[in-house]
């Protein structure tokens, strides 16, 4: 099993510029969530989606969108990119149960928008 | 506002002592725990977990201790090796919030020195 992946790894931008980014999880969890990290702020949450044509808002959804047409994937969306969405972002999966479960990290995106 | 924190950036310890990182948080509801580890261009991993019934969690090397009262968690680590040198966040959530999510401390650096 691959775990989370996430496409691409490394991506650089101008103001402006749109962009996809692509989370896929191979362990039918039913949760996905998109974060950022920052120096200093640790994991901030965008967007998450607790199945399959759903999504909701984090604690800091503005500038980006999300899609979930798959249990499989969650796109990360940048419609016009802004020097302030420089970042790392984390795509993560979990178990959809009633109960606390841990979340399952990719391996990231840096992201630079000069 | 930050309502998970972790106010010691870094942390240095020789191997085979104790390493001791604490973790602060605000909010009351908070009623479940996790740490993950984090090493350079990789995703967190889940490393342990906590549930407010308890006051202490341990597996292996590593032991995590809840302190409701002060809202205080912290994971201890012994011996050290230098393998556990990583970055590691602490994270918390609570029953209000749907879709399992977490919130996320600002991580502490962990060098264990050989």
């Known amino acids: 099993n691959a775990g989370v992946t996430q496409t691409p790894k490394f991506r650089v931008l101008k103001t402006g510029q749109s962009m996809t980014l692509l989370c896929a999880q191979d362990?039918?969890?039913?949760?996905m969530y998109w974060y950022r990290q920052d120096p200093g702020m640790g994991l901030r949450l965008i967007h998450y989606?607790?199945?399959?044509?759903?999504?909701a808002k984090g604690e800091v959804p503005d500038g980006y969108n999300v899609s979930r047409l798959k249990k499989q994937n969650f796109l990360l969306g940048l419609e016009s990119a802004a020097p302030s969405q420089t970042s790392v972002y984390f795509c993560?999966?979990?178990?959809?149960?009633?109960?606390?479960?841990?979340?399952?990290f990719g391996p990231g995106t840096r992201l630079t928008v000069l | 506002d930050q309502q998970v924190k972790q106010n010691s950036p870094s942390l240095s310890v020789q191997e085979g002592r104790i390493s001791i990182l604490n973790c602060d948080y605000t909010?009351?509801?908070?009623?479940?725990f996790l740490w993950y580890k984090k090493y350079p261009a990789e995703g967190p991993t889940f490393l342990i977990s906590?549930?407010?019934?308890?006051d202490k969690n341990e597996d292996g090397r590593f032991t995590v201790f809840l302190n409701k009262s002060a809202k205080h968690l912290s994971l201890h680590i012994v011996p050290s090796q230098p393998g556990d040198s990583a970055v590691y966040f602490c994270?918390?959530?609570?029953?209000?919030?749907?879709?399992?999510?977490?919130?996320f401390g600002t991580g502490t650096s962990l060098t264990v020195i050989p």
């Open positions: 362990m039918n969890h039913e949760y």
């Open positions: 989606s607790v199945g399959e044509g759903t999504t």
């Open positions: 906590i549930s407010s019934i308890k």
């Open positions: 993560a999966s979990s178990y959809g149960r009633s109960s606390y479960n841990e979340q399952f």
């Open positions: 909010n009351s509801m908070f009623d479940y």
């Open positions: 994270a918390a959530s609570g029953r209000q919030y749907t879709g399992n999510q977490f919130y």
